[in-house]
């Protein structure tokens, strides 16, 4: 039996060469120098920072080149595919502005040439074309070995402490079978998958440039991976192979626990006969615990999921301004140079990436947060709020937006509108929930926090009865120090600081028991603007509330 005959037993029903695909899917028309990126996720269900960081890297990597950006759904593991995975992705990735040019669920192509499907066991006749063709030139061939079969090579490896634990050498059962036998094996209906022979030489090394961490060392692949499955899909490996090369990519960017599939990558470029593409290996996302870095955890660290940001609702744009700060080492500086120049136009580039541990730190992103929200006009993030409610807090959506206006004023105030400077009171959604929750009578909870001072229950009483919503900010304040002088707190605080002994305290101690008896908290913003917005009554009630308290 001939290999092309032993091909064609094997496939049958395959009639295309792996000539019609290059035709098919023929070189990009693209500018010199233009990048050709992805982002393969699985349809698992979860998808996390480290999808988002490498996926940022690829779409900057392309746009800024010319090129094209697109979406691959790597689906070639059924068994983990989870309901309405694919659509999470698509919606955790528009939700930080990734924009692709093409791909899966993307209504549109970037050239003449759709190069889909992007949905990789929509392409099971691709693989299997360059399956039957390594056949015919006799570097893939068929494995019937059980699941069985394969654990007692493995525990035969362990016990004789070899390197390394795989199939290949002596250990490949199939490799050896003649067409004959495995053709007769294969008309008895025994399933089988499809192996590479591999080429690789024991001991012999490689060299490659990964365009993050330079020049690398690594073994060559012995391994005859299986890179057909017994339903005919592919691995993901052989997948990868055969889809970057049609689609045409020409920069891989991805995690530094892919790094020891390059030499199996490596040797299926070669045996395929593909110009391989470069690759990018990124650091790995670290955390600081107990004074040690560690590698962020799915099962330990709830801020690993692009969920956990969308949930305490991060603005988008902060998330990507901090992504950046950690992907080039040069975008803070540049960042804080050119204030209000869209991210876009910074030169983003793979050699100004980390190659070691990167700390994630969401304190410096909740910085960044507070930071981007200040600046944006007051209608975007109450817009932005207002959208967020809906999703994650629908009952609560009357009570903070059911009067219009006054959430307006309430945002005025903590963003400091019209003020010279900023306030930088927001970080993000759930912060804002929590935060403006004492404007609201209907959900105030106050845990008070009083001071150790004298008098507090006489002086939320005189100020009751001074108190006039119709006057204005310095009328208020006049009355405060008023109050001030009548308990023996010093209402001229250059009087307080001269001799502090003489006095009780000052009259920022009558406003901070003010305020908190308003509002049930220390710090806040402007106090008279506060209880203008709250209004008389509301004022009135919390007050004598708060008497309640202190009498007890």
């Not at 990048?35 to 998808?47: A, H, K, L, M, Q």
């Not at 710090?523 to 919390?542: A, V």
Request: proline fraction near 5%.
């Amino acid at each position: 039996m001939t290999n092309e005959e032993f091909a064609e037993l094997l496939f049958p029903d395959i009639k295309h060469t792996p000539d019609y695909y290059e035709e098919k899917y023929p070189q990009r028309d693209l500018p010199d120098k233009a990048e050709v990126t992805r982002i393969g996720p699985s349809p698992t269900g979860f998808i996390h920072l480290g999808n988002l960081y490498s996926a940022m890297a690829g779409e900057r990597l392309a746009h800024r080149s010319g090129g094209v950006f697109y979406l691959r759904i790597e689906d070639t593991d059924n068994k983990r595919k989870v309901e309405g995975a694919v659509e999470s992705v698509i919606s955790s990735l528009d939700y930080f502005n990734i924009q692709f040019d093409e791909g899966a669920e993307v209504d549109r192509q970037a050239g003449k040439v759709n190069y889909g499907p992007f949905y990789q066991r929509q392409r099971a006749e691709i693989y299997q074309t360059y399956v039957k063709d390594l056949v015919k030139r006799g570097l893939a061939y068929p494995c019937f070995c059980s699941e069985e079969e394969l654990n007692a090579i493995r525990n035969e490896q362990s016990e004789e402490k070899v390197n390394d634990i795989g199939y290949y050498g002596k250990y490949a059962k199939c490799r050896n079978l003649s067409m004959e036998e495995a053709a007769e094996r294969i008309k008895n209906g025994e399933p089988y998958s499809m192996r590479l022979r591999s080429q690789g030489i024991p001991g012999n090394t490689f060299k490659f440039k990964d365009e993050i961490m330079g020049e690398v060392s690594l073994p060559e692949n012995i391994m005859d991976v299986v890179i057909l499955k017994s339903d005919g899909i592919p691995t993901y490996h052989f997948a990868h192979a055969v889809d970057d090369h049609l689609m045409r990519t020409t920069t891989v960017i991805r995690g530094c626990e892919w790094l020891p599939s390059v030499p199996i990558h490596v040797e299926l470029f070669n045996v395929l006969g593909f110009r391989r593409p470069k690759y990018a290996h990124t650091a790995q996302l670290m955390k600081i615990e107990d004074g040690k870095k560690r590698k962020l955890s799915k099962r330990k660290d709830p801020e690993l999921s692009l969920g956990y940001y969308r949930e305490l609702g991060y603005h988008p744009e902060a998330v990507r301004v901090y992504l950046l700060t950690i992907l080039n080492s040069n975008f803070e500086e540049w960042y804080q140079k050119n204030p209000g120049v869209p991210i876009e136009e910074f030169k983003f580039s793979l050699n100004k990436m980390g190659v070691s541990g990167i700390l994630f730190d969401l304190q410096k992103l909740d910085d960044i947060s507070s930071n981007i929200i200040s600046a944006k006009d007051r209608e975007e993030v109450y817009e932005y709020f207002l959208k967020w409610m809906k999703q994650y807090k629908p009952e609560s959506v009357p009570v903070y937006f059911g009067d219009p206006d006054k959430m307006g004023r309430i945002m005025d105030l903590c963003m400091g509108v019209g003020q010279k400077r900023r306030r930088k009171d927001f970080i993000n959604c759930s912060q804002m929930f929590d935060f403006l929750s004492y404007f609201f009578d209907d959900i105030f909870t106050p845990e008070y926090e009083f001071g150790k001072y004298e008098n507090m229950t006489e002086i939320i009483a005189e100020f009751k009865n001074t108190y006039d919503p119709n006057d204005d900010n310095q009328t208020w304040f006049n009355k405060l120090k008023a109050v001030a002088d009548k308990f023996g707190y010093a209402s001229d605080m250059k009087a307080y600081k001269a001799e502090p002994d003489k006095y009780k305290g000052n009259v920022s101690h009558i406003a901070e028991i003010i305020r908190v008896a308003v509002t049930g908290r220390k710090n806040t913003p402007d106090l008279w603007t506060i209880m203008q917005i709250l209004g008389n009554d509301s004022c009135m009630k919390r007050l004598d509330k708060a008497s309640e308290f202190l009498g007890r």
